[in-house]
């Protein structure tokens, strides 16, 4: 599982299958940080979710979502856009996030607000 103790999804999705509401952490977040309690039987929704770092093999954990303080997504009918999550409040104008936004408008991946 590539997520490892991140949760950053788990709390700014709506999960509705766990009667989460969007920006509320997950009931299934393990209280001793270690990621989701119910990762092998997540929701469908959980499933599906299209989080940018799990979806790249060789990004370094500094870009991890609850590491770097933003998560991207691309979420249906976006048309390959990501939509960008701040993570706890962090502005995302660290540099980091900057960094990894120019290197994918670079390769013409959108990245929007969300």
């Given at each position: 599982?590539?997520?490892?103790?991140?949760?950053?999804?788990?709390?700014?999705?709506?999960?509705?299958?766990?009667?989460?509401p969007r920006l509320t952490p997950c009931v299934n977040i393990d209280e001793n940080g270690?990621?989701c309690k119910i990762y092998d039987k997540r929701p469908m929704a959980c499933r599906k979710?299209?989080?940018?770092?799990?979806?790249?093999?060789?990004?370094?954990?500094?870009?991890?979502?609850?590491?770097?303080?933003?998560?991207?997504?691309?979420?249906?009918?976006?048309?390959?856009?990501?939509?960008?999550?701040?993570?706890?409040?962090?502005?995302?104008?660290?540099?980091?996030?900057?960094?990894?936004?120019?290197?994918?408008?670079?390769?013409?991946?959108?990245?929007?607000?969300?």
């Amino acid at each position: 599982m590539k997520c490892g103790e991140c949760t950053a999804c788990c709390t700014i999705c709506e999960i509705k299958e766990t009667n989460s509401p969007r920006l509320t952490p997950c009931v299934n977040i393990d209280e001793n940080g270690l990621g989701c309690k119910i990762y092998d039987k997540r929701p469908m929704a959980c499933r599906k979710f299209n989080c940018f770092y799990s979806g790249q093999p060789n990004l370094p954990e500094s870009l991890r979502p609850d590491m770097l303080g933003a998560m991207l997504e691309m979420p249906r009918g976006m048309n390959g856009k990501y939509v960008a999550h701040r993570v706890k409040g962090v502005d995302l104008n660290v540099p980091e996030f900057k960094q990894l936004v120019n290197k994918l408008n670079a390769i013409n991946i959108e990245v929007v607000l969300g």
